[in-house]
């Protein structure tokens, strides 16, 4: 039975789609059967990441009212055999989705993958507390910037207040996922270090993804950066903080800036 995983922010633009695409492919690629799925109706990015655009036929709105079933809407990832993409409507609106058609969605893909990763619009509305709704983890996505960490924190309380978990008296295993790090930046006070998010959040790290250009050209492509070049730094943030999803001790490479290049130190803080 899956693994339900929502990547949320309180901010747009922190990198949720890009994140939900790449550790998506990156657990694919260890041969665990994982759908990704979209929850932001009327914007529908992550079939774009996904390089999936042209194959959408039917979508989560369809599924949900019945219009479809949960096989026609799925789209199998071209490069790796075991990632599926169920992509949101881009014509609707978050009110065409409801609880009791998402419950079913949600119970249909856990009987079918091992992991589900729900991308979930920015905020609190409604698309948002639906998409976290069955979550076993939270992906909480920022940036090293106080206005990104502020609306995270009040995320963290949605998750601890209204997901199925929360009121059933449970614990959303919440993780902290820090993107676009650039530690010139964070040296130079024009950023929060690492450690002043860790302390404002408290919630175990997850992984660092540095600011790359990897990342822009990856999207642009329309391929999970995971896979798209394997070597370089974001790429190799993503499949690590995959492996931690998975239960490994795996230490957390926070980038550093030496004369010559990136260089990095190492933070056990993801347990």
Known sequence: MAKI??????????????????????????????????????????????GAERRVVYDLVNVVQGDAKL?????????????????????????????????????????????????????IERGATLAMRHADIAIVVTNPEVSS?????????????????AIRGETVDKRLLLTRYDPARAARGDMLKTEDVLEILSIPLLGII????????????GVPVSINDPASPPARAYMDAARRLKGEDVAVQVPTERRGGLLGKFLRRAA
Not at 21 to 50: E, H, Q, S
Not at 86 to 109: F, H, N
Not at 149 to 165: F, H, N, P, Q, W
């Open 71 to 123: 096989q026609q809407a799925l789209i199998k990832d071209k490069r790796v055999d075991t990632l599926f993409l169920l992509p949101a409507s881009q014509t609707r609106d978050k009110d065409a989705l409801t609880e009791e058609g998402v419950d079913t969605v949600i119970a249909q893909l856990r009987d079918q993958f091992d992991w589900v990763i729900c991308d979930s619009p920015a905020g």
């Open 210 to 221: 540095p600011e790359s250009g990897d990342v822009l050209k990856a999207s642009n492509l």
């Open 149 to 165: 960490v502020r609306d995270s924190d009040r995320i963290v309380g949605i998750l601890d207040a209204k997901t199925l978990k």
């Open 5 to 50: 995983i929502t990547v949320t922010s309180g901010k747009g633009g922190v990198g949720k789609t890009t994140t939900t695409a790449a550790i998506g492919a990156a657990l694919a690629k260890t041969g665990d059967r994982v759908a990704v799925v979209d929850f932001d109706v009327g914007l529908r990015n992550l079939d774009l990441v996904m």
